[in-house]
Protein backbone atom coordinates (compact mmCIF):
# COMPACT_ATOMS: atom_id res chain seq x y z
CA UNK A 1 0.00 0.00 0.00
CA UNK A 2 1.49 3.50 -0.84
CA UNK A 3 1.54 5.70 2.25
CA UNK A 4 -0.39 9.47 2.05
CA UNK A 5 2.09 11.79 1.09
CA UNK A 6 1.96 14.99 3.46
CA UNK A 7 3.37 17.58 0.85
CA UNK A 8 0.42 16.43 -1.78
CA UNK A 9 -1.70 20.02 -2.17
CA UNK A 10 1.31 21.80 -0.65
CA UNK A 11 1.84 25.03 -2.95
CA UNK A 12 4.71 26.48 -4.77
CA UNK A 13 5.04 29.28 -2.34
CA UNK A 14 5.04 26.71 0.89
CA UNK A 15 7.65 24.40 -0.77
CA UNK A 16 10.09 27.20 -1.15
CA UNK A 17 9.45 28.87 2.48
CA UNK A 18 10.46 24.69 3.36
CA UNK A 19 13.54 25.14 1.33
CA UNK A 20 14.52 28.34 2.52
CA UNK A 21 14.22 27.79 6.33
CA UNK A 22 16.30 24.71 5.72
CA UNK A 23 19.18 26.29 3.72
CA UNK A 24 19.07 29.09 6.17
CA UNK A 25 19.81 26.75 9.39
CA UNK A 26 22.24 24.43 7.08
CA UNK A 27 24.06 26.62 4.98
CA UNK A 28 23.34 30.22 6.68
CA UNK A 29 26.63 32.05 5.29
CA UNK A 30 25.20 30.79 1.69
CA UNK A 31 21.67 32.45 1.71
CA UNK A 32 23.43 35.93 0.62
CA UNK A 33 24.54 34.88 -2.60
CA UNK A 34 21.83 32.53 -3.33
CA UNK A 35 18.98 31.85 -5.79
CA UNK A 36 15.73 29.27 -4.87
CA UNK A 37 13.86 28.76 -7.77
CA UNK A 38 10.36 26.71 -7.37
CA UNK A 39 8.69 25.66 -10.25
CA UNK A 40 5.69 23.13 -11.22
CA UNK A 41 6.97 20.46 -13.61
CA UNK A 42 4.29 18.02 -14.89
CA UNK A 43 2.62 17.57 -11.31
CA UNK A 44 5.78 17.54 -9.30
CA UNK A 45 7.70 20.54 -7.45
CA UNK A 46 11.29 21.17 -9.36
CA UNK A 47 13.98 23.34 -6.95
CA UNK A 48 16.42 24.49 -7.91
CA UNK A 49 19.21 26.48 -5.46
CA UNK A 50 22.05 27.96 -6.59
CA UNK A 51 24.50 28.94 -4.00
CA UNK A 52 26.72 31.13 -5.73
CA UNK A 53 24.29 33.66 -7.35
CA UNK A 54 25.67 32.63 -10.88
CA UNK A 55 23.20 30.99 -13.50
CA UNK A 56 21.33 28.05 -12.07
CA UNK A 57 23.49 24.77 -12.47
CA UNK A 58 25.55 26.99 -14.93
CA UNK A 59 29.23 26.02 -15.54
CA UNK A 60 31.72 26.21 -11.87
CA UNK A 61 28.61 26.93 -9.40
CA UNK A 62 27.35 24.97 -6.44
CA UNK A 63 23.79 24.32 -7.03
CA UNK A 64 21.36 21.23 -6.21
CA UNK A 65 18.17 20.54 -8.05
CA UNK A 66 15.19 18.16 -6.65
CA UNK A 67 12.05 16.97 -7.46
CA UNK A 68 8.84 16.02 -5.42
CA UNK A 69 6.15 14.15 -7.13
CA UNK A 70 3.19 15.02 -4.77
CA UNK A 71 1.88 11.32 -6.06
CA UNK A 72 4.66 9.75 -4.60
CA UNK A 73 6.46 9.69 -0.65
CA UNK A 74 10.18 9.90 -2.22
CA UNK A 75 12.37 12.91 -3.56
CA UNK A 76 14.67 12.60 -6.86
CA UNK A 77 18.15 14.86 -6.61
CA UNK A 78 18.20 15.97 -10.43
CA UNK A 79 21.74 17.67 -10.14
CA UNK A 80 24.11 18.17 -7.20
CA UNK A 81 27.44 20.13 -7.27
CA UNK A 82 30.11 22.02 -5.66
CA UNK A 83 32.51 24.77 -7.55
CA UNK A 84 35.37 23.28 -7.95
CA UNK A 85 37.38 25.61 -5.96
CA UNK A 86 34.75 24.94 -2.61
CA UNK A 87 34.96 20.84 -2.98
CA UNK A 88 36.51 18.84 0.24
CA UNK A 89 34.95 21.23 2.42
CA UNK A 90 31.66 19.52 3.89
CA UNK A 91 29.45 21.50 1.32
CA UNK A 92 28.20 18.26 -0.95
CA UNK A 93 27.10 16.95 2.29
CA UNK A 94 25.47 20.15 3.56
CA UNK A 95 23.67 21.01 0.21
CA UNK A 96 22.55 16.94 0.15
CA UNK A 97 21.39 17.33 3.61
CA UNK A 98 19.38 20.35 2.35
CA UNK A 99 17.45 18.13 0.54
CA UNK A 100 16.87 15.29 3.06
CA UNK A 101 15.62 17.92 5.46
CA UNK A 102 12.99 19.58 3.75
CA UNK A 103 12.19 16.13 2.18
CA UNK A 104 11.24 15.14 5.54
CA UNK A 105 9.52 18.13 6.56
CA UNK A 106 7.47 18.32 3.62
CA UNK A 107 6.51 14.29 4.08
CA UNK A 108 8.69 12.33 1.72
CA UNK A 109 10.21 9.49 3.36
CA UNK A 110 13.01 8.64 0.96
CA UNK A 111 15.60 10.13 -1.51
CA UNK A 112 17.18 8.74 -4.67
CA UNK A 113 19.07 9.59 -7.41
CA UNK A 114 21.71 8.04 -10.18
CA UNK A 115 24.94 8.80 -9.13
CA UNK A 116 27.16 10.10 -11.59
CA UNK A 117 30.11 8.57 -12.81
CA UNK A 118 32.79 8.18 -10.10
CA UNK A 119 30.53 9.95 -7.15
CA UNK A 120 29.29 6.50 -6.05
CA UNK A 121 32.19 6.78 -3.11
CA UNK A 122 30.50 10.54 -2.33
CA UNK A 123 27.41 9.67 -1.74
CA UNK A 124 27.95 6.00 0.14
CA UNK A 125 30.08 8.58 2.73
CA UNK A 126 26.32 10.24 2.96
CA UNK A 127 24.87 7.19 3.82
CA UNK A 128 23.36 6.57 -0.06
CA UNK A 129 22.83 3.21 -0.91
CA UNK A 130 22.43 1.26 -4.58
CA UNK A 131 18.40 0.55 -4.41
CA UNK A 132 16.71 -2.59 -6.54
CA UNK A 133 14.97 -0.25 -8.60
CA UNK A 134 16.14 2.02 -11.34
CA UNK A 135 19.09 0.17 -12.20
CA UNK A 136 22.01 2.18 -10.91
CA UNK A 137 20.38 4.30 -8.38
CA UNK A 138 21.11 4.73 -4.87
CA UNK A 139 18.40 6.05 -1.81
CA UNK A 140 18.23 6.44 1.68
CA UNK A 141 15.56 6.84 3.77
CA UNK A 142 14.92 10.32 5.42
CA UNK A 143 14.66 10.67 8.74
CA UNK A 144 13.81 13.56 11.32
CA UNK A 145 16.23 16.69 11.41
CA UNK A 146 17.48 16.14 14.77
CA UNK A 147 20.11 18.58 14.18
CA UNK A 148 19.92 21.21 17.46
CA UNK A 149 17.56 19.22 18.79
CA UNK A 150 14.68 19.44 16.49
CA UNK A 151 12.39 17.03 15.59
CA UNK A 152 11.70 18.43 11.46
CA UNK A 153 8.59 20.30 12.44
C1 LIG B 1 30.70 15.03 -5.71
C2 LIG B 1 30.75 16.46 -5.13
C3 LIG B 1 29.34 17.03 -5.12
C4 LIG B 1 31.32 16.41 -3.70
O1 LIG B 1 31.22 17.71 -3.09
P1 LIG B 1 32.19 18.13 -1.86
O2 LIG B 1 31.69 19.40 -1.30
O3 LIG B 1 33.60 18.10 -2.29
O4 LIG B 1 31.94 16.91 -0.84
P2 LIG B 1 32.09 16.95 0.75
O5 LIG B 1 33.29 17.77 1.11
O6 LIG B 1 30.80 17.37 1.34
O7 LIG B 1 32.37 15.43 1.07
C5 LIG B 1 31.45 14.63 1.82
C6 LIG B 1 32.04 13.25 1.98
O8 LIG B 1 32.18 12.62 0.69
C7 LIG B 1 33.52 12.23 0.47
N1 LIG B 1 33.83 12.52 -0.94
C8 LIG B 1 33.65 13.69 -1.57
N2 LIG B 1 34.01 13.58 -2.87
C9 LIG B 1 34.45 12.31 -3.02
C10 LIG B 1 34.95 11.57 -4.12
N3 LIG B 1 35.10 12.12 -5.33
N4 LIG B 1 35.29 10.28 -3.91
C11 LIG B 1 35.17 9.72 -2.69
N5 LIG B 1 34.68 10.35 -1.61
C12 LIG B 1 34.32 11.63 -1.77
C13 LIG B 1 34.35 13.10 1.40
O9 LIG B 1 35.57 12.48 1.74
C14 LIG B 1 33.43 13.26 2.58
O10 LIG B 1 33.49 12.11 3.42
P3 LIG B 1 33.76 12.26 5.00
O11 LIG B 1 32.82 13.31 5.50
O12 LIG B 1 33.46 10.90 5.53
O13 LIG B 1 35.19 12.69 5.12
C15 LIG B 1 31.69 17.38 -5.97
O14 LIG B 1 32.94 16.74 -6.12
C16 LIG B 1 31.15 17.71 -7.34
O15 LIG B 1 30.44 18.69 -7.49
N6 LIG B 1 31.48 16.92 -8.37
C17 LIG B 1 31.07 17.21 -9.73
C18 LIG B 1 29.58 17.10 -9.96
C19 LIG B 1 29.07 15.74 -9.60
O16 LIG B 1 29.65 14.74 -9.97
N7 LIG B 1 27.93 15.73 -8.87
C20 LIG B 1 27.24 14.52 -8.46
C21 LIG B 1 25.89 14.47 -9.15
S1 LIG B 1 25.16 12.84 -8.95
Known sequence: MTSASAHVGQTLPEVATVVRSVIASRLPRACGGGRILVERDRGAFLVKCSLDGVPLLGGGDTAVEFRMDPADAEVWICDLRVAPSRRGRGIGRRLAQVVETAAYRL???????????????????????????????????????TENGRNGG
Request: no cysteine.
Open 107 to 145: GARSVRLLPLHGTQAFWRALGYEPVDSPAHAHGKRVEPD
